[in-house]
Nanobody
Framework: QVHLVESGGGLVQAGGSLRLSCAAS????????MHWYRQAPGKQRELVAN???????NYADSVKGRFTISRDNAKNTVYLQMNSLKPEDTAVYYC??????????????????????WGQGTQVTVSS
């Protein structure tokens, strides 16, 4: 199992910045894709940004030019840098990572295992 722990949310004024982090609970062998979603009250969850293993990135039109998705392999952490925040960015943000990790030991045998894990969500509130 790979558990994801999110952090970095909070209250910020319009025009401000936040960086969300999504840290994996164990070492990851490979990330096939990583995603950030958000869900505002009364609305459906929407995709904010994603990045594939080839480096291809996609952003929702509403955040293009303001948000950046990235990763730190050494820290097994994915980030979402959010600049020029607007009140309409207020939502709970969720990370989702799909990849592989090794289970087992060198004595018993190591095996690559696929995972598709979600973070617990972090609240971002932008005041006007």
């Amino acid at each position: 199992q790979v558990h994801l722990v999110e952090s970095g949310g909070g209250l910020v004024q319009a025009g401000g910045s936040l960086r969300l982090s999504c840290a994996a609970s164990r070492s990851i062998f490979s990330i096939n894709s990583m995603h950030w979603y958000r869900q505002a009250p009364g609305k459906q969850r929407e995709l904010v940004a994603n990045r594939t293993s080839s480096g291809s990135t996609n952003y929702a039109d509403s955040v293009k030019g303001r948000f950046t998705i990235s990763r730190d392999n050494a820290k097994n952490t994915v980030y979402l840098q959010m600049n020029s925040l607007k009140p309409e960015d207020t939502a709970v943000y969720y990370c989702n990572i799909r990849g592989t990790y090794y289970t087992g030991t060198y004595l018993t045998g190591r095996y690559l295992t696929a995972f598709d894990s979600w973070g617990q969500g972090t609240q971002v509130t932008v005041s006007s």
